[in-house]
């Protein structure tokens, strides 16, 4: 009896299971999820109704065959008997073909539930292999074979690609059991499943290899010799097509073999096809880049630095100070990088300017003129005329011309200017004075305009004594009072008024001397003035009208 009730449940189980599959087929244009629910939810009712429980159905995995022979049998009696009789005829064999196909059905169903019970339900994957219908052991062999097949590909720089195989290190697969527990947690009465939808399972591959037999081949690569290996370079500034310009750096292919070779584990670790040198971060960089702040800054102050252009002139000379000299004016830290150092660059400048002076400053340098008395040559040293730059004005002139980005033609800043520039200096519109022969000669434009005698300072006192070289005419006036040194009682060694007054050397210049009844000859040695030029009141006045500050006054001695 109890038999026959479990059979009973069976047909009725088919029944539903037949219902439910026709419910899937008819509506399979709904989304897949909502038809595998309503699957997975028909699955379950059929069990539970068909053997309450898998405790219940243990007992029902395998197929009672006898059994089925003898409902087969008994249907077709049946059928038989329903012909004889002539009643109801095809009703009855229809109800017998569906009894045998719902009895098949739930046999066919229980036998799968017991076939599937050690093995992998159909359209099951792990790690992308195809293990439908295998066991744990045939699965792991599969993952085994692929493990033993294994390669990995290491890609460098310039398209190079190496391979290192598995057999080369030892490569092998180690079952821990992950296979196993996913066939554990398979249940076998949802086998049919597997005809809707696979399963893909990803699990760990328990691997095994010889780290340093995996070292030794990636030093055997060529490109991992350091013969063979180019050294990353830095960007760097470089003056191109008359402005400054950053030089991109260049990677290099310097690989650093520890950083190679902890991602060259961690990919074979897991079983990947490929790892990267470039991605993995293992080459050598350079150390500055074209986008490196620094660098950008560098270049931007040279350049304004090439855009500076000061040409002094020197007469028929010039000195041209470009910015690749005043880039080197600039401070740079032990990596070439411009530093702001205001106080150096002054210091540089400032050292620029002395060096203009030491060779352009002419005045108190040796002269050579023609002596108008004797037609030959005399060199006459010492005085104050000529050019003399004002340092501290150059100075701050330049270092504002920098700053402005100046181009310019220019003359330095003079506190002392001659009439010309070249070795003769003094031009054409002069006073000689000859020293020796107490007479003087005052040339305009190249032309004798005047001459006359004179007296000088007294020789025999050395205090006295007008001294020579070559000056410059400081200023005339007229009608001042000369004095000499001032004494204790606030009264003056001398006090002489003249009518025309024109100093070239400090306190002593050319003046008129009406004092004096005659000039010329000896009579300066001992009875001479206290260093000026004491000239008839006639030669003075010509002098005076036509001479201006700034010329020329040579002095000298012939003896």
């Known amino acids: 009896m109890k038999k026959k009730t479990q059979q009973k449940k069976m047909q009725q189980a088919e029944k539903k299971a037949e219902a439910a599959v026709r419910q899937g087929e008819k509506k399979q244009t709904q989304p897949k999820s909502e038809m595998e629910a309503k699957i997975d939810s028909a699955m379950e009712k059929i069990i539970q109704d068909t053997i309450g429980s898998q405790e219940e159905a243990a007992a029902y995995r395998e197929p009672d065959k006898k059994a089925e022979k003898k409902q087969k049998k008994a249907a077709k009696k049946e059928i038989r008997a329903e012909k004889k009789k002539g009643k109801k005829t095809g009703i009855k064999i229809a109800l017998g073909i569906t009894g045998a196909v719902i009895i098949l059905a739930a046999a066919g169903y229980g036998a799968g539930a017991y076939y599937y019970k050690d093995k992998f339900f159909k359209g099951t994957t792990i790690n992308h292999i195809a293990c439908e219908n295998m066991t744990v052991e045939q699965a792991e062999d599969l993952i085994r074979k692929k493990v033993e097949d294994y390669s990995i590909r290491v890609q460098f720089r310039n398209d190079q690609t190496r391979e290192i195989k598995g057999q080369d290190i030892s490569y092998a697969y180690v079952s821990d059991g992950s296979v196993q527990k996913l066939l554990d947690d398979q249940n076998p009465f949802t086998w049919i499943k597997g005809y809707f939808r696979g399963t893909d399972y990803e699990t760990a591959e328990n691997i095994q290899y010889d780290k340093e037999a995996l070292r030794a081949q990636l030093q055997s690569f060529d490109c991992m010799q350091a013969a ?20 991109d750096e260049t990677a290099g292919t310097t690989v650093q073999e520890d950083v190679m070779f902890s991602a060259l584990e961690t990919a074979v670790a897991g079983s990947q096809e490929s790892v990267s040198a470039e991605e993995a971060g293992a080459y050598a960089a350079p150390a500055v880049t074209k986008e490196d702040p620094t660098l950008l800054h560098q270049r931007d102050v040279w350049n304004s630095c090439a855009a500076v252009t000061i040409t002094y002139t020197f007469g028929d000379k010039t000195e041209v100070l470009d910015g690749m000299t005043v880039k080197d004016w600039m401070t740079y830290d032990e990596n070439g990088n411009y530093v702001e150092d205001p106080a150096t660059l002054e210091a540089r400048v400032t050292e620029f300017v002395g060096w203009l002076a030491e060779n352009y400053d002419t005045v108190g340098r040796d002269r050579t003129i023609t002596s108008t008395a004797t037609g030959e040559p005399i060199t006459v040293s ?7 730059i004002n340092q501290l004005k150059e100075k701050a002139q330049l270092l504002e011309d920098i700053a402005n980005h100046v181009v310019t033609v220019r003359e330095p800043v003079y506190s002392k200017a001659g009439v010309t520039y070249g070795d003769n200096d003094i031009g054409g519109t002069y006073v000689e004075i000859d020293l020796t022969s107490q007479h003087l000669w005052f040339y305009r434009d190249g032309a004798l305009l005047m001459d006359t005698d004179f ?47 024109m100093p070239f050397n400090g306190g002593i210049g050319l003046h008129d001397a009406n004092w004096r009844y005659s000039f010329g000859g000896s009579i300066y040695r001992t009875s001479g003035s206290h260093g000026c030029i004491n000239l008839p009141t006639s030669a003075a006045a010509t002098i005076y009208e036509n001479i201006e500050a700034g010329c020329p006054v040579v002095c000298f001695y012939r003896e």
């Open 382 to 388: 010492g005085g104050n005329y000529g050019f003399q």
């Open 455 to 501: 007296v000088s300072g007294t020789y025999v006192m050395r205090d006295r004594r007008t001294p020579g070289g070559v000056y410059s005419l400081m200023y005339k006036q007229t009608n001042q009072v000369l004095r000499g040194r001032k004494l204790e009682d606030g009264t003056y060694e001398y006090e002489q008024p003249v009518k025309y007054w």
């Open 228 to 247: 063979g290996m180019e050294a990353p370079t830095d960007a760097y500034i470089d003056f191109r097509e008359n402005q400054f310009v950053i030089v």
